[in-house]
């Protein structure tokens, strides 16, 4: 009772003192500029392995394109944005080439990004990093190694160098999105341990972000 009555002198002062009530962030919600691209239908809810509310303790990286369908234009975003629909897959967050971040799933929710694996410092983690993380995809093409799997190297050498690796927009952008993201979920850990690419969780092989990424680029992450 003591303790009730002192929250509520508290927030009695505060409204005296500036005529409002504190502002409260909220650790769910982004205050960046984003642009709104839904893919909401495609999450579900947050939750361990006893079913109780989960923690988010990591953000994980991807790449994504429309490359194999658009090899001349494969950053389209609304093209993107239909092939995670129509496979039934989601993310939190896209990062097109001109730095324009796009918000699709709420944070609150979890987005079906990461699919099955495993990471070796988080055994509870198994087929289940979905309902700990934040999805950011970034609209980009990894190296000839990278996209063995999707083209072919004729294929991959037609393209537009352009096309291929990452914008300095993009970076600075993904900067600005993991640093909000860090300051307001506590339990992701400034290291990578905890801001992981896809390729370090998958267990179908897949390479993104790959080679081509640079995580020097992302700051105040430790190795």
Same mark, same amino acid.
């Given at each position: 009772m003591k303790r009730l009555i %002192?929250?509520? !002198?508290?927030a009695a002062v505060l409204i005296t003192a500036t005529g409002c009530t504190a502002s409260i962030p909220d650790k769910f919600q982004t205050t !960046? =500029?984003?642009q709104s691209l839904p893919l909401d239908e495609m999450s579900g809810e947050r939750l361990d392995q006893n079913g109780e509310n989960a923690e988010i303790t990591h953000i994980v990286i991807h790449f994504a394109s429309d490359v194999i369908a658009n090899p001349e234009n494969p950053h389209d975003i609304e093209a993107v944005r239909d092939i995670f629909a129509s496979n039934e897959v989601s993310t939190h967050y896209f990062i097109d080439r001109d730095g324009v971040i796009y918000? &699709?799933? =709420?944070?609150? #929710?979890?987005?079906w990004h990461a699919g099955?694996?495993? !990471?070796?410092?988080? =055994?509870?983690?198994?087929?289940?990093?979905?309902?700990?993380?934040? +999805?950011i995809e !970034?609209?980009?093409? +990894?190296?000839?190694?990278?996209? @063995?799997g999707f083209l072919s190297e004729d294929?991959?050498?037609a393209l537009s160098p352009d096309l291929i690796g990452f914008t300095l927009e993009q970076y600075s952008s993904l900067n600005a999105l993991v640093s909000d993201i860090l300051n307001r979920h506590k339990a992701i850990n400034p290291n990578r341990r905890h801001v992981i690419g896809h390729s370090?969780?998958? @267990?179908? +092989?897949? &390479? *993104? =972000?790959?080679?081509?990424? *640079?995580? +020097? #680029?992302?700051? %105040?992450?430790? %190795?």
């Open positions: %002192g929250v509520a !002198l508290i !960046l =500029p984003v918000h &699709s799933v =709420p944070e609150q #929710r979890a987005a099955r694996g495993s !990471l070796s410092d988080f =055994p509870d983690y198994e087929n289940r990093l979905n309902h700990h993380s934040i +999805g !970034l609209l980009a093409i +990894g190296s000839k190694a990278d996209m @063995a294929e991959y050498d370090e969780y998958s @267990a179908i +092989g897949r &390479s *993104d =972000p790959g080679e081509l990424f *640079d995580w +020097g #680029r992302i700051d %105040g992450i430790e %190795g």
